[in-house]
């Protein structure tokens, strides 16, 4: 079942995931957080609650079911703004495909006039040489 968010700060829809295990990049070889991540609000306040992370690792395994992309269009049909990830990251290629699908001209036609944005750490992700 599809389950969204509302983001404080910005006021708009959010889809999330758990924050570091969903976050490939959060980690170096050695264990340790990469400098981005370290300290990261989404580990700390509301986001420690078992109601806030239940949530979370529902949308973990929502997204892989077969109507998901039509459920979520039809969710933000009347949205102008929405935030991908206020914790959590696209950790799966599958996760990336299924949000692109979400720009499908069928699927953008009924939310044609939304922002969609995601913050990601994943281009930060590589360990310094």
Not at 11 to 16: L, R, V
Not at 30 to 45: D, E, H, I
Not at 60 to 65: I, L
Request: a positive charge; charged letters at 25%.
């Amino acid at each position: 079942m599809l389950k969204l968010s509302k983001t404080s700060k910005l006021g708009t829809k959010s889809w999330s995931l758990q924050a570091l295990e969903t976050c490939p990049g959060s980690k170096l070889t050695n264990g340790q957080l990469v400098a981005a991540c370290s300290g990261c609000y989404a580990t700390t306040g509301m986001y420690h609650f078992g109601p806030v992370k239940a949530v979370r690792a529902d949308n973990k395994k929502d997204w892989q079911r077969d109507g998901w992309v039509a459920d979520m269009v039809k969710a933000l049909s009347k949205d102008t703004h929405f935030r991908w990830f206020d914790s959590g990251d696209m950790y799966a290629l599958e996760l990336a495909e299924k949000m692109l699908a979400m720009g499908h001209p069928e699927a953008a036609r009924k939310n044609m006039n939304i922002a969609k944005f995601i913050l990601s750490e994943m281009m930060t992700s590589k360990e310094p040489a």
